[in-house]
């Protein structure tokens, strides 16, 4: 059962993030295992930060590790959204570098016959 759990889980992350990135006009299909990559290590942010959150419940001590884990994972989370265009420097290099749609000229559309 808790397979099941975690797959929907990361199923629902991808499919939000699919979402997300077909909203800003990001989307291609050669994304997809760029986007399953950020599922996985959002779900080891969200799984370690459930971890502090429970341990600080019971006021445990959190051992400096789990710190740096957090912040390594951080890192990693922001370059996988940065290079799917999930932020504005990230939908900004994808926009400057070719996936917004190409604006044909008039001189091109006379001498392709479409005007």
Do not use: C, W
């Amino acid at each position: 059962m808790a397979n099941r759990k975690v797959y929907d889980k990361k199923y629902q992350i991808v499919k939000k993030t699919k979402e997300n990135m077909q909203n800003l006009g990001t989307f291609k299909k050669e994304f997809e295992p760029t986007i399953r990559r950020y599922a996985d290590v959002r779900m080891q942010y969200d799984s370690l930060n459930r971890s502090i959150a429970k341990s600080l419940k019971n006021s445990e001590d959190i051992p400096p590790s789990y710190f740096k884990s957090i912040d390594n994972l951080q890192k990693q989370l922001l370059v996988l959204e940065d290079t799917l265009g999930l932020t504005p420097k990230g939908l900004k290099t994808l926009q400057r570098h070719g996936l917004e749609t190409k604006k044909v000229s008039m001189l091109e559309k006379a001498l392709s016959g479409g005007i």
